[in-house]
């Protein structure tokens, strides 16, 4: 499986941000996918996880209320809208998967995308 992020940008805050993680093989449509993000200096964190048919979804409590991730296996892509961003939010957006049903926001994910520049000015 092959993971491509995009959609990031410079935003206001306050603004708002769909991300989209584009898979490649039919394998993704089964696959778990979560959202990291890792911001300069810090280190890499879970901002969102969905189950194999969106039926299951996690969120970090930094982001509860204010993202939302979602599936179209249709068209092996998982969304990440953002709203209501902050300077804080500022990092740069990986999407991974992997197969299996373990709690989305623990363990490892094999597969990982290239990230995505997402910019919060105050």
């Known amino acids: 499986v092959q993971l491509q992020a995009s959609g990031g940008g410079l935003v206001q805050t306050g603004g708002s941000l769909r991300l989209s993680c584009q898979g490649s093989g039919r394998a993704f449509s089964v696959y778990q996918v979560g959202w990291f993000r890792q911001a300069p200096g810090k280190e890499r964190e879970f901002v969102a996880g969905?189950?194999?048919?969106?039926?299951?979804?996690d969120y970090a409590d930094s982001v509860k209320g204010r993202f939302t991730i979602s599936r179209d296996n249709a068209k092996n892509t998982v969304y990440l809208q953002m709203n209501s961003l902050a300077p804080e939010d500022t990092a740069v957006y990986y999407c991974a998967a992997r197969p299996g049903g373990d709690p989305l926001r623990v363990g490892r994910y094999n597969h990982w995308g290239k990230g995505t520049q997402v910019t919060v000015s105050s």
């Open positions: 969905i189950s194999w048919n969106g039926g299951r979804t």
